[in-house]
């Protein structure tokens, strides 16, 4: 189905929904962390911008930075990018199958090289199956999807950086459904505190930090700093806490 000038809104809004790389309300941040995280040079990914109806950005990695450009969607003209502008949805499709070279106002080159993807794959860091049996029947798939995110969780020892002095201080961790919470040691039973992932944004590398292993959690009122002992540990804890937020996404 193409986009034309007198289809619907909606017949709109679900053609764009088959665009593998259309991340919805994906916010600025997030996607730079993605980009950051996940992406490579030249990766892009196109999501709603806060500008209103029609308006949308498409972020673009360009060497360790993120950029974003506007696109709007007319209701006559199709879609409008920089200079050009697209009759149908196909149109624009190719446009960037081609690999367009993009100039921003502060004169960096970017080509649009591959598209980063809306799916995001379940980490591959459990254990295999060994026994399995029922425990309660007569349970439907729907009884069991709400509570699906509880099926991973993870422990173990982090160092965490403070929030107001700077120093850095281990701590024991445990992931459970959507809570993250870190005790002083292992053996306390009170946590210190406890992270909501619900209003987490974002989990990404961290390379700012005079530390190895290093990994972060964005919060609307704080980045949390961390770091494992090991590159494979940071892996493991940051795939899991992305699955976890791709679960909280897909709910919303």
């Not at 990914?45 to 498409?58: K, Q």
């Not at 972020?59 to 696109?71: E, I, L, P, W």
């Amino acid at each position: 189905m193409s986009f034309y000038s007198d289809a619907s809104s909606d017949e709109l809004s679900d053609e764009l929904e088959t665009l593998g790389w259309y991340h919805y309300d994906l916010s600025r941040h997030a996607a730079e962390a993605l980009l950051l995280s996940n992406g490579s040079d030249g990766s892009y990914l196109l999501r709603n911008s806060n500008d209103g109806p029609g308006c949308f950005a498409l972020s673009v990695r360009a060497k360790d930075s993120v950029k974003h450009f506007h696109v709007t969607r007319k209701d006559k003209d199709g879609y409008v990018f920089g200079f050009n502008t697209f009759a149908t949805l196909r149109d624009f499709i190719n446009h960037f199958a081609n690999q367009p070279l993009l100039g921003s106002d502060a004169g960096t080159l970017i080509v649009l090289k591959c598209p980063y993807p809306w799916r995001v794959e379940e980490p591959s860091i459990y254990e295999s199956v060994r026994v399995h049996t029922a425990i309660q029947t007569g349970r439907t798939e729907n009884d069991l999807v709400p509570n699906a995110p509880s099926l991973g969780t993870k422990e173990g020892y982090l160092v965490k950086q403070g929030a107001f002095v700077k120093n850095w201080k281990q701590r024991w961790f445990t992931l459970n459904r959507y809570e993250l919470k870190y005790f002083k040691d292992k053996v306390c039973e009170e946590p210190i505190r406890t992270l909501d992932l619900r209003a987490c944004s974002a989990v990404q590398f961290d390379y700012s930090q005079d530390r190895v292993n290093c990994f972060c959690l964005v919060f609307p009122e704080r980045t949390f700093y961390l770091c494992a002992k090991t590159g494979v540990e940071a892996d493991e804890w940051i795939k899991i806490l992305r699955w976890k937020l791709s679960h909280i996404r897909k709910g919303q």
